[in-house]
């Protein structure tokens, strides 16, 4: 049976590789995603514009 990482892995898929190369460009979200994945940390954050979609 294939496990779940290996599938993922395997597969060719662009938004994985996209979120992948993310995480190794900037440090502080694969720190921030870390900890809120992990750790279960909180993250607040401020909106800077409030409009219509």
């Known amino acids: 049976m294939i496990c779940?990482?290996?599938w993922i892995?395997?597969?060719d898929n662009t938004l994985f590789r996209s979120v992948?190369?993310?995480l190794?460009?900037?440090p502080e979200?694969?720190?921030?995603?870390?900890?809120?994945l992990?750790?279960?940390s909180k993250l607040s954050y401020?909106?800077?514009?409030?409009g219509t979609v």
């Open 4 to 6: 779940a990482e290996d």
């Open 20 to 22: 992948t190369a993310k």
């Open 9 to 11: 892995l395997s597969e």
């Open 29 to 36: 979200l694969k720190a921030s995603l870390h900890d809120i």
């Open 46 to 50: 401020k909106v800077l514009f409030e």
């Open 38 to 40: 992990m750790e279960g």
């Open 24 to 26: 190794q460009n900037y």
